[in-house]
């Protein structure tokens, strides 16, 4: 679990209600693991300094599309990346 107090800076968005979510798992043929379900009722999203990035609900869909993950990394939907993709699996 990330730290958010260790992280000097970081960007948080406003988070998105239960329908919001099913929407986009709905859209992308994904189904996001709890914990992942629940970080986004509490920020739809994150940026650190550091370059850490949590993708939102609002680009979730676009960035795996151009990320070609479904192509590369069948079964995973990326959300997010440090200095890579950050993948989970179905």
């Not at 709905?26 to 986004?40: N, Q, S, T």
Request: proline share 2%; net charge negative.
């Amino acid at each position: 679990m990330i730290n958010l107090q260790s992280l000097s800076t970081f960007n948080l968005y406003p988070a998105v209600d239960e329908n919001e979510i099913n929407r986009i798992e709905i859209e992308i043929g994904f189904k996001f693991p709890k914990v992942f379900r629940d970080l986004l009722k509490l920020t739809n999203g994150f940026e650190t300094k550091e370059g850490v990035i949590i993708f939102g609900t609002d680009v979730i869909f676009e960035r795996n599309q151009t990320y070609e993950v479904s192509e590369y990394a069948q079964g995973y939907l990326a959300i997010g990346y440090i200095s890579a993709i950050i993948l989970i699996g179905k």
